[in-house]
């Protein structure tokens, strides 16, 4: 229900005119109950989803790691698992992170949310028929859905914030159809992939988004939490 | 040649084998025991060797696989981390990357590799302790705390937002538990509820979202202040408390202060003789009693003239109620008086003395004799000076002199010297003073008058002329009420006394009833003539019976007599003195060969709280003086001198010779 508001809403935000760069409140007359939220609180409000995404996302993979694969050292093992997601060039230190400038880590981040976007609802699906997959994580998986696109919505909005207070500049994709964003293989990789995988991946990169939301906060609005 | 090298070789071989056991087969399988990053930028990875290895012989290498590649690595780093472990540095470390790590133990036989372990560095987070914790002591007298605040530790990068940590400390106070508290993301924590002085110890660790708790932090000490657990409410509460108990410990005071006072002064002085010694009366020992006391002083009666010695004793029912017992015209009763009292000491206002402080009021009455008692019997009404004893207060018998009376006829003057309370009187006519020559019956009639208050009738004991020379008429009963302040009843006892050594003429007694006594309201006179009344009778106050009643019996020669039955012929009719302490001191006239001499003492200041209960003062301690044998007139010659309180008496005793000896009544001279 909420991604449809959200939906909703991004709707009618994106129909505002886009050549004039401004904030666009939610809130348009500037009334006095509404508030323009900062791009600090913007960012904690991303943050706390990201961490909310990460934090199922780790519950999911555990559950299923526990009912579908007791014996650990089979699955871990495996070093090659290629997640679809694997083509996304994503620094892997916090230095390399660091060294990315803004945009580009907005990027990545955009990236991400959006290549989860199809596999999470077909993931959905395929726990839908899973009998002996618990209806606690099925609906996980559901919720999961929702939290990514809401993630991914939030984090656009970030994006368009310091785009508009001249922070980063414009994107390189902008705000541009999210096919364009998704990984050139034409097959999606993620069909192949099995559940586990998949939630061994959609793990990981829940972790990435987060940590690099964190960075990119603490870059742009240092603050004492940081 | 080549087959000895050969052989020489083989043998070498074997011979190197067989020294060396260990080398025969390859090491133990190693295990890597943990991997630990402690900033999720570098990690290290520890193994453990097997244990039947010889770490001498042994060496170990770790290899490792990235994810997604084939490339084996070899551990960059042995040695900074300590033995059997590898350090990998920034640049070696991927996060996100699924690391594959082998451990190989080789030694010369071979080689051992272990199992291999996939960390991914993101999720093998460990962090340091947290540091600089200090705790500081804050707030007020009203309520203190702990501020307890750290550092991140160093290697943990929280700044750049790389590391979110969650910290957690606990504090234990000594002998407790340990108390967990949850800080999250801040570093500082508020600890309340201390106790006072109590010493804690606190520690703090952290952890990142996604990983491992960090060691306890070192502890640090802190002591919380003494605080004065009383607020203002507790003041409140003990000073509330101790009011009250400070209120109760004071009722109990005053309600035992009450009985104590009552103790200590009873209201109601009874007469005291001086003198008189209550053990020792109460041991039944006259003699010593009478011994102690003892009248300094008194000169012993020579066969005075008894109508000198008549002594008329005025009962005053009065708190300070005291017999005046004035003597008619002898001098030395007359300079026995009390010093500072006037002659004349008629009615007072305050005692009430009456008409009776005049002679001739006495003369009239006691003039009467029979007739006098034979009307009062009727009357129900006595005017006799009676002398008795009040309970209760502080009463004393007055004496004031021998009985000396209207002989002469102007006694109304002795017989007002002292002061003559209200009181009933009560005549104890002493056998001796009707055995003597001196008394006439017209005499004796005199002698045997009784000072008497009006208030008080008295039963006159006056003698009868036709009984013994005495003459004195018995009193029949006297009944007497104990006498307290606030009233002033006089209940004469109910005294028998019968005929002494007389006849058996008995002669009508005269109960005055006292009803004319204002002051004594309630006494009650019987006027039934109980026993013929005697010429001379003596009695002697047995004890003072519940209702207050002075039990007088006959004296006889018996002495010692206690008993509420009268018997014997104890006769304590004799006044033998006064003694200082207003102690009428009688004399008991036992047979004529012996002579006692009882003497009453005035009973000191110090009465003793039991007498008003008991209301036995009388019977155990007043003696009448004994009376005298018939016929014989020990009077005032018996008078022990050694009465050492009988100082009213300046002079000569008072010794109601043979006369009548009311129940004693010391003069009061005081009083």
Redesign the interface.
């Known amino acids: 229900g909420w991604s449809f508001a959200w939906l909703g809403a991004l709707c009618l935000v994106l129909r505002t005119p886009t050549d004039t760069v401004r904030a666009a409140p939610i809130c348009d007359n500037g009334q006095a109950s509404c508030q323009v939220l900062s791009l600090a609180d913007l960012f904690d409000r991303v943050i706390q989803h990201s ?1 909310r995404m ?1 934090g199922m996302s ?1 519950d999911l993979h555990s559950q299923f790691e526990q009912y579908f694969l007791p014996s650990r ?1 089979h699955i ?2 495996r ?4 997640c679809h997601t ?1 083509g996304i060039l ?1 620094p ?4 390399n992170a ?1 060294r990315l400038a803004g945009e580009e880590l907005t990027e990545v981040i955009l990236k991400l949310l959006w290549a989860w976007r199809d596999p999470l609802w077909h993931f959905h699906q395929s726990m839908a028929h899973h009998d002996d997959f618990n209806s606690f994580s099925s609906n996980k998986a559901l919720v999961m859905g929702d939290l990514v696109h809401e993630l991914r919505t939030g984090v656009e909005k970030v994006a368009e914030k310091m785009q508009n207070l001249g922070i980063i500049s414009n994107l390189v994709n902008g705000l541009r159809s999210p096919e364009q964003l998704l990984p050139s293989p034409v097959r999606p990789q993620w069909s192949l992939m099995n559940d586990y995988d998949l939630l061994f991946c959609l793990r ?1 990169d829940s ?2 988004v987060q ?1 690099y939301l ?2 990119l ?3 742009i609005v240092p603050e004492n ?2 | 040649m080549g087959r000895a090298v050969g052989t020489a070789l083989l043998f070498l071989t074997l011979l190197n084998t067989a020294t060396s056991e260990t080398d025969y087969s390859p090491p133990g399988r190693p295990k890597l025991t943990s991997c630990l990053s402690r900033d999720k930028e570098t990690f290290t990875c520890w193994w453990a060797p097997s244990d039947r290895d010889d770490a001498l012989q042994t060496t170990y290498a770790l290899y490792y696989l990235k994810e997604s590649s084939d490339v084996v690595y070899t551990c960059p780093d042995y040695r900074t981390a300590g033995a059997n472990s590898c350090y990998f540095n920034k640049n070696n470390t991927s996060i996100w990357v699924n690391y594959n790590i082998t451990v190989a133990a080789t030694n010369a036989h071979g080689s051992n590799f272990s199992e291999p372990v996939v960390v991914d560095v993101a999720y093998i987070v460990q962090p340091h302790t947290p540091e600089n914790l200090t705790v500081v002591v804050l707030g007020d007298k009203d309520g203190t705390f702990f501020r307890v605040s750290w550092e991140s530790p160093r290697k943990a990068d929280t700044r750049s937002g790389w590391i979110t940590l969650i910290y957690e400390l606990r504090a234990k106070l000594d002998g407790a538990d340990w108390e967990e508290h949850f800080a999250g993301q801040q570093k500082m924590f508020n600890i309340f509820s201390l106790r006072s002085g109590g010493t804690y110890r606190i520690q703090v660790r952290c952890k990142p979202i996604h990983g491992f708790w960090s060691e306890w932090s070192p502890t640090v000490n802190v002591t919380a202040p003494y605080a004065l657990p009383l607020g203002s409410s507790m003041w409140i509460l003990i000073a509330f408390f101790s009011a009250l108990i400070f209120l109760l410990l004071t009722w109990i005071l005053n309600v035992k202060s009450h009985s104590v006072k009552h103790c200590l002064f009873p209201p109601v002085p009874g007469p005291k003789i001086r003198g008189f010694d209550k053990q020792l009366l109460k041991n039944g020992r006259s003699e010593e009693l009478f011994n102690a006391l003892g009248v300094p002083g008194l000169p012993p009666m020579t066969h005075p003239n008894y109508e000198d010695l008549l002594v008329y004793l005025e009962v005053s029912g009065r708190d300070e109620s005291e017999l005046l017992l004035a003597d008619a015209n002898d001098p030395t009763i007359a300079a026995t008086t009390e010093g500072g009292k006037s002659p004349n000491s008629p009615s007072d206002s305050d005692s009430g003395h009456g008409s009776c402080d005049s002679h001739t009021l006495l003369m009239e009455k006691c003039g009467e004799g029979e007739e006098v008692k034979e009307e009062q019997e009727e009357e129900q009404q006595g005017d006799g000076v009676a002398v008795g004893r009040s309970y209760g207060g502080k009463q004393r018998w007055e004496r004031r002199g021998s009985w000396e009376r209207n002989q002469k006829g102007d006694d109304d003057q002795e017989m007002t010297e002292g002061r003559v309370k209200t009181w009933p009187c009560v005549f104890a006519p002493l056998e001796e003073y009707a055995g003597s020559k001196a008394l006439d019956h017209g005499s004796t009639l005199g002698t045997a008058r009784l000072l008497c208050s009006s208030v008080h009738s008295i039963p006159l004991l006056l003698p009868t002329p036709a009984t013994s020379p005495s003459g004195l008429h018995a009193l029949e009963q006297l009944h007497w009420q104990p006498y307290s302040r606030s009233e002033s009843t006089i209940q004469s006892p109910e005294h028998k006394h019968r005929r002494q050594q007389g006849g058996g003429k008995t002669t009508t007694t005269t109960t005055t009833t006292a009803t004319t006594a204002t002051k004594l309201t309630d006494v009650a006179w019987p006027a039934q003539p109980r026993s013929p009344f005697r010429a001379t009778e003596y009695v002697e106050v047995q004890r003072v019976n519940q209702e207050n009643m002075m039990v007088l019996r006959p004296l006889s020669s018996a002495q010692g007599q206690r008993e509420g039955a009268p018997q014997g012929e104890v006769d304590y009719s004799r006044v033998k003195g006064l003694n200082s302490g207003d102690g009428l001191l009688l004399q008991r006239a036992v047979d004529a060969e012996t002579q006692e001499e009882v003497e009453e003492g005035q009973e000191e200041e110090e009465y003793p709280c039991d007498i008003q209960e008991k209301n036995s003062l009388l019977g155990d301690e007043r003696y009448t003086a004994p009376p005298a044998v018939p016929g014989q007139m020990t009077g005032a010659g018996k008078l022990s001198m050694g009465l050492p309180t009988a100082v009213s008496l300046q002079g000569d005793t008072i010794l109601a010779a043979n006369g009548y000896v009311d129940t004693a009544v010391a003069m009061m001279p005081t009083h």
């Open positions: 961490s990460h780790n050292n871990s093992n070093v090659n698992r290629n694997s994503t892997n230190g916090k230095e660091q990981r972790n990435k940590s964190k960075i906060k603490c870059r939490d940081c």
